[in-house]
């Protein structure tokens, strides 16, 4: 049997950037940065203040009664599939959901643990454990839509929600499904997981200047910024949205997924390299006309990255452009992958290339084209998307365009 190609027909978004695709663009047209001052918790206790936080006019009022991390893939599942018309349209037993996470229900957990430990109450709510665990987005996602296909929840760090979108993918080519809402949640904004990776030492902490923590490639970075949000695409077989009469914006082509066997923390080269081989299968270097790189702005990553991208592209990687939206949203944990395919997309779908804000002077590690500091006009017709999380975890999607259609 022939693989079934693989089209994308919805995408929601929500983000540092506010709610929805368009807010999502505008953004990133701008060069405008969604990191700020902390809001919805006490951060007095902490060093680090600052976060890509979901504005609260984003979200307020919608869907109470889950974690945070299962509301943001709830909107952000809606925006799609409202854009995808799926609702009766698809048989609910071939309608499956894959969201992937990298912490799941950190606001419930936080939460529990202060109340027991801190108020000392020795009682925590019966909910504790249906909101907070991995698949509650997932689970969530597939009772809203009375999807009764595959239906599960990678976690695997920052890679969670590309290898969601990797194994949907999968899927729909193996004839598994007909449609896939696949993406990527999480909301690590709380106290008790700031304060852990505050002991890592790799959080950028600029409490006066948030806008201009995140410096990814930038000689003078100081590490990741904590981020939050979902994104969620409609991934279908091609002959599935042909016979609904569906309109495509994309295509996912092509899927890497490895380990790097290693350290816990300290990121392959090789392994990185290894994943976007894979996700390249039969295209060519040259044909990629856009890099959407993990860019954490950590002294680790980046160059390892740079690196990674230059053993697999050769020359052609001081050709193509390579930016790090992160540098603007923040790092979402296991949801970066999927919020990062979908603002990518959209951008390019808009005509231009993302770029990577606050990029002053490049590393001498960090040599390639970044798009630094604004937005480039181009009409690409191919892009990956890199994850990279801890653990060893790799994940790159290759994804078409409207301009490669």
Not at 371 to 400: C, E, H, K, T
Request: charged share 20%.
């Amino acid at each position: 049997m022939t693989p079934s190609r693989v089209a994308i027909t919805g995408l929601g978004i929500i983000s540092p950037f506010g709610r929805g695709r368009e807010a999502a663009c505008d953004a990133l047209r701008n060069a405008r940065s969604g990191v700020r001052r902390i809001e919805n918790i006490d951060t007095s206790e902490l060093n680090c203040r600052i976060g890509g936080e979901v504005p609260a006019e984003a979200h307020r009022g919608s869907f109470k009664g889950f974690d945070r991390f299962s509301r943001f893939a709830l909107i952000a599942a809606e925006e799609a599939a409202e854009q995808a018309n799926v609702r009766g349209s698809v048989d609910p037993s071939r309608f499956g959901v894959i969201i992937g996470t990298g912490l799941g229900g950190c606001e419930t957990l936080d939460a529990g643990f202060r109340r027991v430990y801190k108020d000392g109450q020795s009682r925590v709510p019966p909910t504790t454990i249906p909101w907070s665990m991995y698949n509650a987005a997932a689970s969530a996602v597939s009772a809203h839509f009375g999807a009764k296909g595959p239906a599960y929840t990678p976690v695997s760090a920052c890679a969670s929600s590309a290898h969601a979108i990797g194994q949907a993918f999968q899927s729909i080519r193996s004839g598994q499904a007909d449609v896939i809402l696949a993406g990527g949640a999480d909301a690590p904004l709380t106290f008790g997981i700031i304060l852990a990776w505050e002991s890592m030492r790799v959080l950028a902490i600029d409490n006066e200047h948030p806008e201009a923590a995140c410096r990814p490639f930038s000689a003078d970075r100081k590490g990741l910024v904590l981020a939050e949000g979902a994104a969620v695409l409609v991934l279908e077989s091609w002959e599935h949205a042909g016979k609904r009469g569906q309109a495509i914006l994309g295509e996912i082509v092509g899927f890497g997924i490895t380990s790097d066997a290693g350290h816990l923390t300290d990121p392959s080269a090789d392994g990185a390299a290894r994943a976007i081989r894979m996700a390249l299968g039969d295209l060519r270097p040259t044909d990629i006309g856009y890099i959407n790189a993990h860019g954490t702005a950590t002294r680790a990553n980046d160059a390892t990255e740079t690196a990674a991208i230059k053993s697999v592209f050769e020359e052609h990687a001081y050709r193509v452009p390579v930016s790090s939206t992160k540098s603007m949203h923040g790092h979402a944990m296991g949801a970066s992958g999927a919020i990062e395919i979908v603002s990518s997309l959209v951008a390019l779908n808009d005509g231009f290339v993302p770029p990577t804000i606050n990029l002053r002077t490049s590393d001498p590690a960090c040599d390639l084209d970044y798009v630094p500091n604004a937005p480039r006009d181009a009409g690409v017709p191919l892009f990956l998307s890199n994850s990279f999380g801890f653990g060893g975890m790799n994940g790159v999607v290759a994804v078409r365009t409207i301009h490669g259609l």
